[in-house]
């Protein structure tokens, strides 16, 4: 079974700081991850996905993060937090096979960028 | 090219009515999941359609049905709504060749049950 774990709900930076989203997963298979972003009523924007290749994998608005299997996570970094990064951000795992593909989502973590 | 569009954008039903939540997948997509995001919550995986048929389910009651028709939309229907139904409903459409593809997501349905 399929499970995804994101430690802290809400997490608050500065401007300019760096940015560390954790994520755990739990897979019996090799795990196709996921980083969406949620902005306020709108619904779910991908941010990265990883598939067995680099496991540094780089996604848009110079968000990146990193797969390690060793500790089964997949955090999601970014150098340097703007403003417009304030939103909830959701880890996901992929169960998928020739034909579906379902998604099974962590609790979300609120991100507040501070001036 | 569209994405994924979902309607209506907002609800408001009362305990033991029925709703009908309607999606248009992104273009040249054949597959059409269903999605319950409760407030605080990540979304949970009602059920999934390809092919005019239902491929997967999620842990929801059948109170929660769908159809998915030729030209791929879809439709979510709950019957006999509770409080507890009241949740931002997401559909996202993907293709169905090739494990580990993205989903789409739609900007949802805020279904609100009194």
């Known amino acids: 079974a399929q499970s995804v774990t994101q430690l802290g709900s809400h997490v608050s930076v500065s401007e300019g700081a760096l940015v560390l989203l954790r994520c755990n997963y739990s897979?019996?298979?090799?795990?196709?991850l996921f980083w969406y972003v949620q902005y306020p009523n709108q619904g779910l924007q991908l941010l990265l996905k990883?598939?067995?290749?680099?496991?540094l994998v780089k996604g848009i608005n110079g968000f990146e993060a990193e797969f390690k299997k060793s500790e089964t996570s997949f955090h999601l970094t970014k150098p340097s937090a703007h403003m417009s990064d304030a939103a909830e951000y959701f880890c996901?795992?992929?169960?998928?096979?020739?034909?579906?593909?379902?998604?099974?989502f962590g609790s979300g973590t609120k991100l507040n960028v501070k001036p | 090219d569209a994405g994924v569009t979902q309607s209506p954008t907002h609800l408001i039903k009362t305990r033991g009515q029925q709703v009908t939540l309607r999606c248009s997948p992104k273009?040249?997509?054949?597959?059409v999941s269903w999605y319950q995001q409760a407030l605080g919550q990540g979304p949970q995986f009602i059920f999934q359609?390809?092919?005019?048929?239902?491929?997967q389910r999620g842990n929801f009651p059948d109170r929660f049905s769908g159809h998915q028709f030729p030209n791929y939309s879809s439709e979510l229907n709950v019957n006999a709504l509770l409080l507890g139904d009241s949740a931002l409903y997401l559909c996202?459409?993907?293709?169905?060749?090739?494990?580990?593809?993205?989903?789409?997501f739609g900007q949802g349905t805020r279904l609100t049950v009194v």
């Open positions: 273009s040249g997509h054949d597959t």
């Open positions: 897979s019996s298979v090799p795990p196709y």
């Open positions: 990883y598939t067995s290749a680099a496991t």
């Open positions: 996901a795992v992929s169960e998928s096979s020739y034909n579906f593909n379902k998604f099974y």
């Open positions: 359609y390809y092919e005019e048929e239902e491929r």
């Open positions: 996202a459409s993907s293709l169905a060749q090739g494990s580990g593809t993205e989903a789409f």
